[in-house]
């Protein structure tokens, strides 16, 4: 039984992690705590239902350490070329839900090509729900062969954002048809952006192209997010029941 069932009346006591275990951690039953969203890349033909791909899993596995306090971690996979994205919606409403709960939450949002499209739109769409993001993660940036129409422009609400990109020619046929690639982002703050230009970087031997970028930046990107909540760990807050209480009932 949730030992902190009395903080969630419109909840069953023995539903596990919101009834959506596949999104949500909560390993020791307590309360949702910082969020970590991570965005797949499009999903293609064959692809259309793949769901979390292997990288994600590996990200999954690397935040483990974190889950000791409470860390959510959602993961989406994406429809392409289609704007205003479902996932997009999803992840909102994860985020609002969590934030009710734990208006202290840090929030981290990662994307991979298209995913990185969105992970950009859905800081813009927090952005007007006046809510921050500590930490986006973009990584290669895509949408197809549109990949250089892609807004690249990384609201305000964003604290940093850490971006890889390259330009390579892909080695694949497919690759080569659609020609996907990263490019800089733009600030809007001073020093809000760190642009990691890889197209002269290495990885299996071979230059990296689009279809291996998730998977060359992916120990990178696990040290920078772990990284960013072990420096934050020490100034975490935590509000009384009472105060819980009364935010869930405002809301």
């Known amino acids: 039984m949730d030992p902190h069932t009395e903080r969630y009346e419109s909840i069953n006591p023995y539903l596990y992690a919101f009834n959506n275990p596949a999104r949500f951690i ?3 039953g307590r309360d949702p705590g910082d969020i970590i969203i991570l965005f797949t890349g499009a999903n293609i033909g064959w692809a259309s239902q793949q769901g979390p791909t292997p990288v994600i899993d590996r990200l999954m596995q690397d935040f483990a350490p974190l889950r000791k306090d409470f860390t959510i971690s959602v993961q989406y996979h994406t429809q392409y070329n289609l704007g205003d994205d479902e996932s997009v919606a999803d992840a909102m409403d994860a985020i609002d839900h969590s934030l009710r709960i734990n208006p202290k ?18 800081a813009k769409k927090l952005d007007e729900a006046n809510v921050k993001v500590d ?15 892609v807004n690249r422009k990384i609201s305000k609400n964003v604290k940093k954002n850490l971006n890889y990109f390259q330009k390579n020619k892909a080695r694949s046929f497919l690759g ?23 197209s002269g970087a290495m990885y299996g031997g071979q230059s990296v192209d689009h279809s291996t970028m998730d998977e060359a930046t992916e120990g990178t990107v696990a040290n920078a997010i772990l990284n960013f909540f072990n420096s934050v760990q020490d100034g975490k807050k935590t509000i009384s029941g009472d105060e819980l209480k009364k935010q869930i009932n405002n809301q």
């Open 135 to 149: 930490l986006l993660v973009t990584v290669d940036a895509a949408n197809g062969q549109g990949s250089n129409k």
């Open 176 to 198: 080569r048809i659609v020609g996907s690639h990263g490019d800089k982002n733009i600030e809007s703050t001073p020093g809000q952006v760190v642009n990691n230009d890889m």
């Open 105 to 122: 939450a840090k929030i981290v949002i990662y994307g991979y090509s298209y995913g990185g499209v969105l992970a950009n739109y859905l």
């Open 26 to 28: 909560d390993i020791k």
